[in-house]
């Protein structure tokens, strides 16, 4: 007799109800809609957000299809393109009143049109690459040599803090397009500030030189560091893009380095090329400076420059600071909320050493006097921190004030983001359309409908009932493998489409074994039920080993490759894992549902089997 026990028969339903269940999503595609985020670090979407896009689309007579709110963002369903292009404009109108100056970024996106009783139990629709979804393509150049310049900039102020630490007269620092130039009056203190700067910035190879009666000290960047930079510009870049493509509220971004000094960005599903560009475009910066006391006292603003300072209560005040930059934000390695030595919240700020050094001087000379952190995106300032120096501190510092948790959160983050280490270009730009991905994955539907149909009719044809098993349970491998896609949130791709056509090859190949197996048993002169016992059994070991050492060769491919060979891999492996199931447990699960129970069994529907003695006849 051939029966699972019951527990084992309710574990492979209840998969199977969750296979369905997570497959679902993947039917109801997308619908238009547009996305409501912030444009700027240092301002949050607002809490009544929501109810303000639904008063505004009301009062403008737009139907939508349900408000989607989380973290970052506030998205509108609509059932048409039309609905979607009327509603941006009036949603752009309610929250950014000045074009000029906008505060949110409204873009237009597409959202899953699931029902939201699969939403509610996280059951979402696998995501679509850039092939299958429609979307843009970036190919960013870092500009290298603005990077090395930029380092150079910086170390220009460094040097001049040392040698007044150190009491050397020099008769002024210059930046002579990739080099240094420090001028001295007398040998003397130029061989003092070779050997200084030879121990503070090793990175620097020096060579003295003569300009007339001005002796040189030409300073320029190794090789060795000058890749540092160079690399390190790069992924620092990387991590600020993955920042600013968030505010888009792309899922599945490809944002990943490509050659030396390039950035390839690909954004699956986003239809507002114009606002995608805007956003990678965008430059950013973070300086410190020393807030004028003089100019705060008076009201006067003559020879300072004027920042708004964006209150708790919504209220905004402007802070005079001083024109001297006391430091810029490539200084900062990094900042952490923290909690001061009386328990209340506080943000941990790390510089490097250099700018620790100038941290100190500057620190030591203005106790009690605040001091202004000023964050710069599209040409504008705004003051995220002004506080009051308490005591002198280098490169570790923390930033003390009312702040509640979230705040302290908050500013460290804007404090750590934000800023790109080196311009960058858009040197190509490529635009897939939505149409054209619709017909990749109408292919890509239809070469997998056309096997699996072909598949169907051969194995039904060649093994009769146990053919018909075969193809249940070649279904739900597909169904499972789909589902498991889904529930990851993975990203499917042409070739992902590619490798579940595979899958399905090679989970085929596992009933064969199965069947011709128990072919084999009831040549032998096995009992029908004794043939279907020995074959599942006797078959498990072959189809073990043979996934084994396929799943082995697709974990290589996972781990070695990386973009369309890795999309292979992953949905490769996973079919691998849903065919072994599906195969071994499923068919067998049916199998047993038919011919277990039936005591008297003569004969299996399993195709002709060809035995010895009717060879022989």
């Not at 983001?417 to 990749?440: D, F, Q, V």
Request: net charge neutral; hydrophobic share 45%.
């Amino acid at each position: 007799m051939n029966r699972y026990p019951l527990w084992k028969n309710l574990l492979i339903l209840v998969v199977l109800f969750f296979g369905i269940v997570y497959t679902l999503p993947n039917f109801y595609g997308e619908v238009p809609a547009v996305q409501i985020s912030s444009a700027k670090a240092t301002v949050k979407l607002p809490v009544d957000a929501r109810d303000r896009v639904d008063a505004a689309l009301r009062q403008a007579g737009i139907p939508h299809d349900g408000i989607f709110t989380d973290l970052n963002s506030v998205r509108a369903r609509f059932t048409n393109a039309d609905q979607q292009l009327k509603a941006k404009d009036v949603i752009e109108h309610t929250f950014n009143p000045d074009p000029k100056d906008p505060t949110y970024v409204v873009a237009l996106n597409l959202l899953s049109a699931s029902p939201k009783w699969l939403t509610a139990i996280h059951a979402l629709p696998m995501y679509l690459g850039l092939d299958l979804r429609g979307g843009v393509h970036f190919l960013l150049q870092v500009d290298m040599q603005g990077a090395i310049t930029k380092r150079l900039d910086s170390t220009t102020s460094d040097i001049r803090t040392m040698l007044r630490e150190k009491n050397l007269r020099h008769g002024g620092i210059t930046r002579d397009g990739q080099n240094l130039v420090v001028r001295f009056r007398d040998n003397d203190t130029r061989d003092q500030a070779r050997a200084l700067l030879r121990d503070r910035l090793p990175e620097l190879q020096l060579a003295d030189k003569t300009d007339g009666d001005d002796l040189l000290l030409i300073g320029s960047l190794t090789l060795q560091s000058q890749r540092k930079i160079q690399e390190d510009a790069v992924k620092q870049n990387i991590t600020t893009l993955n920042k600013r493509v968030n505010e888009l509220g792309v899922a599945e971004p490809v944002i990943q380095q490509q050659g030396a000094d390039r950035i390839v960005v690909q954004l699956p599903g986003v239809q507002d090329v114009a606002k995608a560009k805007d956003l990678i475009g965008r430059t950013a910066t973070l300086e410190v400076r020393m807030v004028d006391e003089a100019a705060l006292q008076s009201g006067s603003n003559v020879g300072v420059d004027v920042f708004p300072e964006r209150r708790k209560d919504g209220s905004v005040l402007p802070i005079p600071v001083k024109k001297q930059v006391v430091l810029t934000g490539d200084r900062f390695n990094g900042a952490d909320s923290a909690f001061d030595s009386n328990h209340q919240p506080a943000v941990a700020v790390n510089l490097d050493a250099a700018g620790g050094r100038v941290m100190l001087d500057i620190t030591r000379e203005n106790i009690g006097k605040r001091m202004a952190i000023i964050l710069f995106e599209r040409n504008k300032g705004e003051a995220i921190s002004v506080a009051t120096i308490q005591g002198e501190f280098s490169n570790r510092f923390q930033i003390t004030g009312q702040f509640t948790s979230e705040e302290t959160n908050q500013l460290s983050i804007l404090i750590r983001s934000g800023s790109l280490a080196a311009p960058m270009e858009i040197i190509e730009e490529r635009t897939i359309g939505p149409s054209l991905g619709a017909e990749n994955i109408k292919k890509g539907f239809d070469s997998t409908l056309w096997g699996f149909i072909a598949i169907a009719i051969f194995m039904i044809v060649y093994y009769a009932v146990f053919g018909l098993i075969s193809v249940a349970a070649l279904a739900a491998n597909l169904m499972l493998l789909l589902a498991l896609l889904s529930l990851m949130q993975a990203t499917l791709t042409l070739p992902g489409i590619a490798a579940i056509a595979f899958t399905l090859g090679m989970a085929i190949d596992a009933n064969v074994l199965i069947n011709e197996r128990i072919r084999e048993e009831l040549r032998n002169g096995s009992t029908p039920q004794a043939a279907i016992s020995a074959g599942y059994e006797r078959a498990f070991g072959t189809i073990l080993d043979s996934n084994v050492t396929t799943l082995i060769a697709g974990i290589a491919l996972l781990i070695f490759g990386s973009g369309p060979v890795r999309g292979f891999a992953v949905v490769h492996c996973l079919g691998i894992l849903t065919s072994m199931f599906s195969s071994v447990m499923v068919a067998r699960m049916l199998t047993n549902f038919i011919y277990g129970r039936r005591r008297k069994l003569e004969k299996l529907a399993i195709g002709q089997v060809w035995r010895p003695s009717a060879d022989k006849a």
